[in-house]
């Protein structure tokens, strides 16, 4: 990995992490960013200790701990979740924990969506690995109870079928957080950003079980918990829809849409209002992703992707910026 950049935030840096990011991500302990052990031990490990890889589509996960100035693999209690290269058959797939790390810097960074804290590391062989905080833990160490919205609109498997993440809407969860959340009107507005986020960045599979709601203990409230698996998946998947899910609960159509087919301006001004969100506040939001054009170009080209993918994903996000113009 290059060096004078920091692993967590891009920036520039003398160290592997800079004071902000090593605070954030270890309260200021000092990391070492290669891991003890190499991706094939990792792997091996799984077999062992879990009887079957817990993978969720094609990527493995494990929990971790910090342990003397390293991420140690944990069966319980972890702060941390690993996520290395997946297996299957997408196109670079080698690329995706850069493509993870840079997504959610952009999230955090340009756009104010609130993430868990998140690094690139790699392991003793040099494989890649993208490493983010759990945030389902208060500052003193309890449990948040979490809720994804699958749980929370009732979809299983089992009685759903195997695609039940995918059979809603993004209006649908909205409807949901009006429901059960007592501060929905600032929870639909960060939900309205970060939908139109995965849009611009082309997350296609932003589905039920990446959205969630934990309680507040100190105030027993429901709020969105940080945003969490956005990358770009059209990197891998060239061929899959712009959204995981149906924007609208109905069979709206824009005018636009109707003769392109593609999501513009006008249906996220549609979904706004659905959302009791003033225009004047879409719009602005929109118009975010032209202003900071030169903001997300800077930081997609200190990324750890290779320079053809960089190239791919600054094309996709300018496309779907160009269709946000009104």
Known sequence: MEKGICLGCLRESSASFCRRCTNELTGGR???????????????YKLKHAGRLSISGAQIKHLLKFEKNRFVLSDAGGE??????????LFHLDTVPANEHLTMQIARQLFGIETAANTMVSFADGAPAYITGRFDFSPSGARYIVEDFAQIAGLTEETDGAEYKYKYSYEGIARLISRYVAASAIEL?????LVLFNYVFSNGDAHLKNFSLYRNEEYGDYL???AYDLLCTKIHSPFESDLALDLFADDFQSENYKHGTKYTAA??????????????????????YNKKKTGVQQIISKSFLPNEIKTEYLKLFLDKTNRLSY
Do not use: C, W
Not at 80 to 89: F, R
Not at 189 to 193: A, H, P, Q, S, V
């Open 30 to 44: 000092k990391i070492n960013p290669v891991l003890q052990f190499s991706l094939p031990e990792f792997t091996e």
């Open 80 to 89: 941390y979740i690993l996520k290395p290269v997946p297996h299957g058959s």
């Open 189 to 193: 507005e960060k939900f309205f950003r």
């Open 224 to 226: 969105l918990t940080p």
């Open 267 to 288: 249906d996220f001004l549609e979904f706004a209002k659905r959302l009791n969100i003033p225009s004047s506040r879409a719009k602005k939001f929109m118009e975010e």
